[in-house]
């Protein structure tokens, strides 16, 4: 089930929420209540199949991180 996000429109309060699929209905805000909700566009994760022994995966497959972003700034390495 994916996971989308939104922002409440009344409070700007930003939240997730499992939903079967996009067409749902927005959930209603859990700080004000309201139900008047936007569906925010995520950026998507994806797992990288190639590991090494250290248990580093990086955006490029490379045993260590890159100097360059992403992997410079930690969004792919995953310890």
């Known amino acids: 089930m994916p996971i ?3 922002r409440c429109r009344e409070c700007g309060h930003v939240y997730e ?3 079967r699929n996009s067409r749902e209905a927005a959930p209603s805000c859990p700080e004000c209540g309201t139900e008047e909700a936007r569906r925010l ?4 994760r994806a797992h ?16 260590t991180p890159c100097g360059a972003p992403p992997c410079a ?5 995953r310890n």
Request: a negative charge; aromatic letters at 6%.
């Open 4 to 6: 989308y996000e939104y």
């Open 17 to 19: 929420a499992l939903q």
């Open 41 to 44: 566009l995520s950026a998507a």
């Open 48 to 63: 990288v199949g190639k590991s090494s022994e250290s248990g580093l995966i990086t955006c490029c497959g490379r045993d």
């Open 73 to 77: 700034d930690g969004i792919c390495s």
